[in-house]
Structures are given as C-alpha cells and as structure tokens.
C-alpha cells in the first residue's frame, strides 16, 4: 500500500511538473498564436516567387521587346530600380503602408523596420492574415509586399524605355513610390486584421483604422488597383509627358528578341502564382483557389488573344499568345481569391479581347507612345478585372463572397449593382490619384534633371551613350 501511495505521488508530481507551467499560463492568458510553420514556407516560397517575376522575368520581356541597342538600359532599369525601390520599402514605405496612421498614409513606427525584431528576447513581431488567431512573422510580410512595391515601379518603365535619362528615371521612382505606391497601397490594402474584432460594438471603430478603400469594401486580392491601374496610368503619363521616341510612326520599331519575350513571359506566368497565391497570406484554401484561377484565367487569356488577332490580322503571332498571358494575369489578379472557376473563365476569355483593343484602336486613339503598352494591358487590363471582381465575387456565379462581419466570420454578398459600384469608385480614384501623383512627379525631373537624353544618345542607343555597355558583341 506504501508503495502503491508512493508511486501515485511521484506521479502527480511529474504531472505537475509538467503541466503547471501551462496551467499557470491558462490562469492569466491564453498562449499566444504561433505561425504556422507551412504558411511560412509558403509566404517565403511565394516572396521569392514575385522577386523572379521582376529579375529576371520582367527584364526580359521588355527587354526582348525593344531594340537591340536598348536591351542593357531596359536590363539595367529595371534591375536597379527594382532593388532601389527594396531599399526604400524597408526604410519608409513598409511603414507608411501598413501601420496605422489615417485613411491614407501610415505612421512611422516600423521605420527602418524598427520593432519587428527584439535581440533582447529574440521575439519576432507578427502580422495579421485573414483568419483568426493565424499570424504571421511580420518580416515574411515585409518581404512580400516589398517585392509588390518593386515590381510595381519597374511595370512603368515600359511607358518609358528607349528615351528617358537613367537618373530621371530614378528621382521620378523615388517620388511616385513615396506618394503614389504608398498611400494606394495603404488605402487598399491596410487594416487592423480579423483579431481585432472581437465584439460588434468596437468593429466600426476598428474599421475606422483601415485604409480608405479598405473601408468602401472593394475588392483587390492581389493589386489589380494597387500594381496594375497605378503603373499602368502613371506609365501613360509619363509616355505623354516624356514625348515619342525619334522617328517613331515613320521608322521600323520591332522587337529585337521575341525568344526573350516569350521567355521572359512564361517566367512571369511561373512567378504569378506567388504574386497571386501568395496573397493569401497562408497555404489554405484560398490560396488554391487563386492558383487554380490564375492558371486558368492566363491560359484563356491566351487563346482569346490569339484567335482575336487571328481573326483580325489574318496570323496568329508569338508576341499575341505572349500579350495574352500578361493580360490574363493582370485581370485575374484582384479577382485571384474573389471569385470561383466560372469567373476566371469568364475573365480570361474576355481580357484578350479588351487587351488586344488597348494596344491597338485605344493606343491610336489616345496617340502617345507608350512603348511597350503599359497601359494597354496593365491598366485596361486592371480595370477589367478589378470591375469584374465585383460581378463574380456573387455566390451565384460561383464566387465565395466576402466576409461581412469579421466579428461572426460570416460570409455575404451586398448584390452585384452594389459591389460592381464600390469597385468602380476605387478604380476611378486610384486612377485620378496616381495621374495627379505622376504628373507632378514627370514635371519636377523635367525642371530639375531634365526628362530625356539627346536626339543623338537616343538614335545611338542607350546601352552605349547611358550606361557603356553593350547588351550584345557586335
């Protein structure tokens, strides 16, 4: 008996032994969240995904597409800005994007990134996805919007390649990120996150700190507003402003490698699923619905393209099936996570239309050279999509819904007219938003660097008379 009252002490103490902690845990607080060690994976597999989408993807679809004495400054452009722009994310943008300020810009709380790590109690900070009680290490976060950020600039040097000096394409950079990128992406894109509702009386006022758009409800999974209306408006402006290249209408301008360009694209179409997947924010359903819509929606995209122009010009071309995919991409990229299957079909198959019309009857319409039509897809395709959204967001056309009430979790749908016109306010003023922005930006390199190099260094080539290399051996 002894020895059996013994033994069931020794094991009540091992017991508490080993459960106290936590029971003395549970007295005060529940545990705090962990990341999930999967949705990490995915989030750091998905950044780098959006990194290869800019170098080299990027690079080498537009620079496929110019000149052949042009192909190192197309290169050289958008290595470089896209690495500026990293550098300036982690310094301000992240900050000024994603901390809580008012409608419009953050605050500076996260400057040089300042709080998302503590050395003293090797504590990472954590960020919010869209399911409770699932953070996120806010470095995974930063990283990620970070290659956002940075592509988004480097899709409006195709307005401007064969022209524009290298340093006015820098100071230009700096100020359209500081008060374009910045504050879209803030107004889209931030809010306090599902963990902060906690009961119905506090959730306007948690409300009340997101982003303006945010706020409307509009829907952009993955940037149709913040990346692709944003770049492709400001890149118009910038084609407006900066003037038509030398002897452009009058002497041939085809593209110099179309083995790049279809490269350089599919690598885009491989790195998307990051861009679009990754948006998530966790490995879950979501993110495999907007895989699966991002394939499909660019693989329509790409037929519909090829048989429009097919149709019209009498050949099905490589540069057409290559355009189609970017279009398809662009389009389904608000609509990523926002809509089911039937949507992608439906948003596919319509943007290769709308798309091939942009680089065509828009473009001589609107008689500015926008070189590598940034406008044309990104834009139009932007606005396509982001309009769209709202339409195949319905349950009924298949769509998930939107989360009404962050409090309940519930799902719903305010109705087609309703949504249709939140999507539409955000695109008209993201678009006046980023065409003022540009504009004054474009004006002030003009007064302070100048805008474009001479007639002379533009007929040589800007690998050689901007940068002293050649892409090629001639």
């Given at each position: 008996m002894r020895t059996a009252s013994k033994t069931l002490l020794t094991t009540l103490g091992l017991a508490l032994a080993v459960l106290g902690p936590a029971l003395a845990w549970g007295a005060d607080a529940p545990a705090p969240p962990v990341p999930n060690k999967g949705d990490t994976a995915w989030m750091l597999t998905s950044t780098a995904l959006v990194l290869l989408m800019s170098v080299p993807a990027l690079a080498l679809f537009y620079?496929?597409?110019v000149r052949t004495k042009n192909m190192l400054s197309v290169l050289m452009q958008v290595f470089v800005v896209f690495s500026m722009i990293s550098v300036l994310w982690c310094v301000y943008g992240y900050s000024l994007a994603f901390t809580e300020g008012n409608a419009f810009f953050g605050g500076f709380s996260r400057l040089f990134l300042n709080g998302t790590f503590n050395p003293a109690t090797q504590e990472f900070s954590l960020a919010a996805t869209f399911s409770k009680g699932t953070p996120l290490y806010e470095l995974v976060f930063v990283a990620f919007q970070a290659t956002f950020a940075a592509i988004t600039c480097c899709l409006i040097l195709g307005s401007l390649v064969e022209r524009m000096k290298f340093s006015a394409v820098l100071l230009f950079m700096v100020i359209w990120f500081t008060f374009s990128y910045i504050p879209v992406a803030h107004m889209v894109w931030f809010w306090a996150g599902p963990d902060a509702y906690t009961s119905a009386d506090k959730a306007d006022a948690v409300t009340?700190?997101?982003?303006?758009?945010?706020?409307?409800?509009?829907?952009?999974f993955a940037g149709g507003t913040v990346v692709h209306i944003n770049a492709g408006v400001a890149g118009l402006v910038g084609a407006v402003i900066l003037g038509k290249r030398v002897g452009f209408g009058r002497e041939p301008m085809p593209p110099h490698s179309l083995t790049m360009c279809m490269i350089g694209a599919s690598m885009l179409w491989f790195g998307w699923f990051g861009f679009n997947a990754g948006s998530a924010l966790e490995a879950n359903g979501s993110a495999a619905l907007a895989f699966m819509n991002t394939y499909l929606a660019t693989a329509c995209a790409v037929l519909s393209w090829m048989f429009c122009e097919w149709l019209l010009k009498?050949?099905?071309?490589?540069?057409?099936?290559?355009?189609?995919?970017?279009?398809?991409?662009?389009a389904i990229t608000p609509a990523a996570g926002n809509v089911g299957i039937p949507g992608a079909?439906?948003?596919?198959?319509?943007?290769?239309?709308?798309?091939?019309?942009?680089?065509?009857?828009?473009?001589?319409?609107?008689?500015?050279?926008?070189?590598?039509?940034?406008?044309?897809?990104?834009?139009?395709?932007?606005?396509f999509g982001a309009?769209?959204?709202?339409?195949?967001?319905?349950?009924?056309?298949?769509?998930?819904?939107s989360v009404q009430d962050w409090v309940k979790g519930t799902v719903g749908y305010p109705g087609i007219a309703a949504q249709l016109w939140i999507q539409l306010k955000a695109v008209l003023l993201v678009t006046v938003w980023t065409a003022v922005v540009a504009t004054v930006a474009f004006l002030v390199v003009k007064a302070v660097l100048g805008l474009r190099v001479s007639e002379e260094q533009e007929r040589e080539g800007l690998d050689i008379t901007s940068h002293g290399e050649r892409a090629y051996d001639m």
């Open positions: 620079g496929g597409l009340a700190t997101a982003g303006y758009i945010w706020q409307m409800g509009a829907l952009d009498g050949k099905p071309s490589m540069l057409g099936a290559a355009s189609g995919a970017v279009a398809g991409l662009v079909f439906a948003i596919g198959l319509g943007v290769g239309g709308v798309c091939l019309w942009g680089v065509t009857g828009l473009k001589r319409m609107i008689k500015a050279d926008d070189s590598l039509d940034v406008f044309g897809v990104h834009a139009l395709g932007g606005i309009l769209t959204t709202g339409i195949f967001n319905a349950p009924s056309l298949g769509g998930p819904g």
